[in-house]
């Protein structure tokens, strides 16, 4: 079984910055992708940023230059880096990982979600 830890969210001013963190622990057999997503209305999710093994980053066209996803992949960990903070980021941040899990047959896939952190921006 994976699970997500995620941190760092919390209340930042506009123009201001924050860092998320999300650790994944569990079985892992190895991680293809980390990504962050956050909530919208209507109980939805968009893609905010992520990352591949390779290093290929993804990001949603509002955070472009502004946040900046990385990873370390001996602690299986991503990190959001949120620059520029405006208002309208305020909303909760999920981070989701793919990989696989140890198996007989060579892996398991695997998609998992955290719990969500907040995020808030205000003056």
């Known amino acids: 079984q994976v699970q997500l830890m995620e941190s760092g969210g919390g209340l930042a001013q506009p123009g201001g910055s924050l860092r998320l963190s999300c650790v994944a622990s569990g079985n892992i057999l190895s991680i293809s992708n980390m990504g962050w997503y956050r909530e919208i209305p209507g109980n939805d999710r968009e893609l905010v940023a992520r990352?591949?093994?390779?290093?290929?980053?993804k990001y949603s066209d509002s955070v472009k230059g502004r946040f900046t996803i990385s990873r370390d992949n001996a602690e299986n960990t991503a990190y959001l880096r949120m620059d520029k903070l405006e208002p309208e980021d305020t909303s909760v941040y999920y981070c989701n990982v793919a990989g696989r899990i140890p198996s007989s047959a060579g892996g398991v896939p695997f998609d998992v979600w955290g719990q969500g952190t907040q995020v808030t921006v205000s003056s």
């Open positions: 990352i591949y093994t390779s290093g290929t980053t």
